[in-house]
């Protein structure tokens, strides 16, 4: 199988990313294809890549209030 991140952090044991609550004022949409030139922040990759290899990902959205 090919592996799920492509090139994101390859040089890294293990990508790991942490904020903290405050962090979420604003929506903030997370990449979870791994494709996005800004990781760990979704920049729209997704969309190519769901059509290139026929899935369906998507990021993780988080806001502070629900909407
Ligand atoms: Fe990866 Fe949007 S770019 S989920």
């Given at each position: 199988?090919?592996?799920?991140?492509?090139?994101?952090?390859?040089?890294?044991?293990?990508?790991v990313?942490?904020?903290?609550?405050?962090?979420?004022?604003?929506?903030?949409?997370?990449?979870?294809?791994?494709?996005?030139?800004?990781?760990?922040?979704?920049?729209?990759?997704?969309?190519?890549?769901?059509?290139?290899?026929?899935?369906?990902?998507g990021?993780?959205?988080?806001?502070?209030?629900?909407?």
């Amino acid at each position: 199988k090919p592996p799920v991140n492509p090139e994101i952090k390859k040089d890294a044991q293990k990508v790991v990313d942490s904020f903290t609550a405050e962090e979420f004022k604003a929506k903030t949409a997370f990449c979870r294809c791994w494709r996005s030139a800004n990781f760990p922040y979704c920049d729209g990759s997704h969309n190519a890549y769901n059509k290139e290899c026929c899935d369906n990902v998507g990021p993780l959205v988080i806001s502070a209030k629900a909407e």
